[in-house]
């Protein structure tokens, strides 16, 4: 079974409403006005059930110029249009409009219904038809059937029906519920004892009654507590469904028209878009860079400014790469249709597609950013995707995150990293929690980047062991958690680019030549620590030592490496000979007399109080010995 949305369109006072209460029995029309000045201003829903079993909901648009936002509202989700013209005026100005509205969105299919076909003779009716036909050359409406019919004698309408069922059986396709589900909100309200409940259609995905969702932009958790299609109470809402919600946790003022349902953590906001702009043949507007325009997409209306990428101006019916610089947050997906009308007068001029929907900001007349908006125009997903892992490579995206970024699924975002993983594209690592990637270019130019630095540190540096990982991850990964960084060197590691010794990264060839240089500095050190014996030497202390060609620091650091100096804490340092007697010395007394007090240590060192209690603090915390009230025993 399929679930259908149709959808009406065409100028005001044509008889889209009425056609649908004709078809459903049901009235759209809501509000105390639009019943009073006989026009709908705002949406209008209802369904029914046809003759081969297929569910549709239907979408009743207003036609008035004024109410033109409304109408572009309800036209996402739409399977079939049904453009309703009067026959006793023909096409007008709002239904022009509705057409290349529709047009510009990607509908594909629809039915022409010449309304109040009784108030006009024959010879009238072959004229206007005719007009029609040469007005819908060039739209998807081109070779759409058409049905005369009257509100007033119900004319038509089973040939109405029959070709409703006709195109939904061959022409409209299923909906996709294997994604993640959207929701774009076009209506919100409250009911006294229920809350807050939305409207919309189900344009992907499948949701559940007691699941949580997110609302996009305003990133607002919820639940859902009933789900209803149709006027029936169900447990699952699929694609391509009119559907109310009646969510949880969320007050009526908190959303609004233009908001998203979908699930937790799914999508991202954004506040700009790379997109393709056509402009119709008809417009009369010329659109300059950094035009201020009106943007519709899903169910929402934001200004924006369009920074034109490759051209200066754009003009009727002409097409080109731009980025959309908008003044609100939306949450959008790759590939949805969008509408533009000029700032003032309003008045629709082009619409296009969003190529990507969470960009970075573009450079006008780049060559190489243009190639990168082809590429995700025309190619396939896992073309997009490949690209997208390259844009991102530097914060070396999980699957989550490149979920997020695109509002494909999880399940969607694996199959094509395997795909790409098998081509030898993108590397990919998996940690407990997640997968990563990164593509193969950033991952051969980070390689050659930190090859050529640390060849050159290693040559001004000859006596250090290498650099800090903190350095290298602040220098070159500063964008990437830490357990992904630690990951990362260990590729490396065992790819034998670089070696890693405890806190020091280096080249996987590189060593320490202890030439004779090296070996009489080192010992000058030691000379003077175990001069001064247990009476300690501060590493500041020893900085005025000078020592050719090595750096009093990179001693220091390599003799502490490499055990030769001891730190006993931030203050103190004394040579591994000093260190060893002074722990001999106190782990023999002990073991003669079972403890030993601070004064006794002092004593046997010949030292002060304070140099004893710093060595009886440091082998307490290496649990050599612990306190037992005033003493120290072995731990």
């Known amino acids: 079974m399929k679930n259908i949305i149709i959808g009406t369109a065409g100028h005001i006072d044509h008889g889209k409403t009425t056609l649908i209460k004709a078809l459903t029995g049901r009235e759209t029309d809501r509000w105390e006005e639009e019943k009073r000045r006989g026009i709908t201003i705002d949406l209008g829903f209802t369904y029914f059930d046809l003759p081969d079993g297929n569910k549709a909901g239907i979408i009743d648009v207003p036609g008035h110029e004024k109410f033109i936002k409304n109408m572009l509202a309800g036209v996402i989700g739409m399977d079939l249009v049904l453009l309703v013209i009067a026959a006793d005026e023909g096409i007008m100005p709002q239904t022009d409009e509705h057409i290349n509205i529709l047009n510009l969105l990607g509908i594909k299919k629809g039915i022409v219904v010449l309304t109040k076909y009784d108030l006009v003779d024959e010879e009238w009716l072959e004229l206007v038809k005719e007009d029609i036909k040469e007005d819908l050359k060039d739209t998807f409406l081109e070779s759409a059937p058409m049905i005369e019919f009257s509100s007033v004698t119900k004319y038509g309408i089973d040939n109405l029906v029959e070709a409703i069922v006709k195109s939904t059986e061959t022409d409209v396709e299923e909906r996709d519920i294997s994604t993640i589900p959207r929701l774009p909100i076009d209506r919100s309200f ?42 029936k109470d169900e447990d699952y809402a699929y694609a391509g469904q009119r559907t109310a919600i009646n969510l949880s946790n969320v007050k009526k003022n908190e959303i609004y028209r233009g908001c998203v349902i979908a699930p937790v953590n799914s999508m991202r906001n954004t506040m700009m878009l790379d997109v393709r702009i ?25 200004l924006c400014r369009v920074v034109l990428l490759d051209r200066d101006e754009l003009s009727p019916g002409e097409s080109c790469y731009a980025q959309l610089r908008l003044e609100e947050e939306i949450a959008v997906r790759r590939g949805d249709k969008f509408i533009i009308r000029f700032y003032s007068p309003m008045e629709t001029i082009g619409g296009g597609e969003i190529i990507e929907p969470v960009p970075t900001k573009k450079k006008r007349f780049d060559e190489n950013l243009i190639e990168e908006l082809k590429v995700k125009e025309k190619g396939s997903n896992t073309d997009v995707i490949e ?114 010794e405890g806190e020091f990264v280096s080249l996987s060839y590189f060593k320490i030549n202890y030439d004779d240089n090296y070996i009489n500095a080192e010992q000058k050190v030691l000379d003077v620590l175990n001069s001064v014996n247990f009476d300690f030497k501060k590493p500041d202390e020893l900085i005025s030592m000078s020592f050719k060609n090595i750096k009093v620091e990179d001693l220091l650091s390599l003799m502490m490496s490499d055990k030769k100096i001891i730190k006993i804490n931030d203050e103190c340092i004394t040579s591994h000979e000093v260190y060893q007697n002074a722990k001999s010395i106190l782990v023999s007394f002990i073991k003669e007399n079972g403890k030993i007090t601070a004064a006794e240590y002092r004593d046997l060192l010949s030292t002060n109080r304070k140099n004893a209690i710093i060595l009886l603090e440091h082998f307490d915390l290496l649990r050599v010995t612990k306190r037992s009230g005033n003493d120290r025993v072995l731990f």
């Open 190 to 231: 409250s009911i006294s004892g229920f809350g807050t409940v939305i409207t919309g259609t189900l344009i992907s995905g499948v949701l559940k009654k007691g699941e949580e969702v997110e609302i996009f932009p305003v990133n607002k958790i919820s639940k859902i507590r009933n789900i209803q299609v149709h006027s």
């Open 278 to 302: 056509n402009l119709l043949k008809k417009s009369r507007r010329i659109v300059e860079n950094r035009s201020r325009l009106h943007l519709y997409t899903g169910t929402s209306e934001i």
């Open 387 to 500: 690209k997208i892992i390259k844009e991102n490579s530097k914060i070396i995206p999980s699957i989550l995150e490149l979920a997020k970024i695109t509002a494909l699924s999880e399940e969607e975002i694996r199959k094509n990293m395997e795909i790409l993983e098998e081509q030898d594209k993108i590397t990919v690592f998996r940690l407990k929690n997640d997968i990563y990637t990164y593509h193969k270019d950033y991952e051969r130019d980070f390689e050659n980047k930190l090859d050529k630095y640390l060849f050159v540190f290693h040559e001004e540096n000859k006596y250090r062991k290498g650099v800090k990982k903190a350095e290298i991850k602040s220098r070159f990964f500063s964008k990437i958690k830490q357990p992904v960084f630690d990951s990362l060197i260990q590729s490396l590691v065992d790819k034998a680019i670089i070696k890693s």
